[in-house]
């Protein structure tokens, strides 16, 4: 599927570069190609200090760390589609520069951020959102802290404080299962 996205993002590219040739003529295509690239990394040098600067402050514990990490996420996609070659690329690199525009997205980031770590969490085996996870089941009984009221596994009790005969409702684990 991924180049499938490859080629229609080479094809969105060339077309949008024929297209300005087209109707402006190929050295302002050029132009514009060269001058939106240049603007767009004045751009991100100037947000990068701001984010940057917020991250800083985060780290003090001046401001929430949420906003700051996401941005910087933000800005980092963004760089990414300012240095890929193209002029459809570089506008949409520099319209994510813009704060209004980063905030709309903020959840779009957090949402995606939230899938992933889920899906690497299920992956390692260290949390599921499926139910119950394949592996062994060991039967026993439950203890409370003071060690006064022993549980069966479906939570009945077996023995109160009250009750003088431990002998009887001791139970060992199977073995072997």
Request: hydrophobic fraction near 50%; glycine fraction near 8%.
């Amino acid at each position: 599927m991924r180049p499938f996205y490859v080629l229609a993002y080479f094809a969105i590219e060339i077309g949008a570069f024929v297209a300005m040739g087209y109707f402006l003529g190929f050295a302002w295509a050029i132009l514009i190609t060269l001058f939106a690239a240049f603007f767009g990394f004045l751009l991100l040098q100037r947000t990068g200090r701001k984010v940057f600067a917020e991250l800083r402050r985060a780290s003090r514990n001046e401001v929430d760390p949420r906003d700051p990490l996401i941005d910087t996420a933000l800005l980092a996609a963004s760089s990414l589609l300012l240095v890929v070659p193209g002029i459809v690329s570089t506008v949409v690199g520099v319209i994510m520069l813009a704060p209004p525009v980063r905030k709309l997205l903020r959840p779009a980031v957090v949402a995606v951020g939230a899938k992933r770590f889920t899906a690497s969490m299920t992956r390692a085996g260290l949390y599921t959102t499926r139910g119950f996870v394949a592996g062994t089941v060991i039967d026993g009984t439950i203890v409370d802290v003071e060690g006064t009221t022993v549980t069966d596994v479906d939570g009945t009790a077996v023995r109160t404080p009250d009750q003088t005969q431990p002998d009887q409702t001791q139970r060992e684990l199977p073995r072997g299962h």
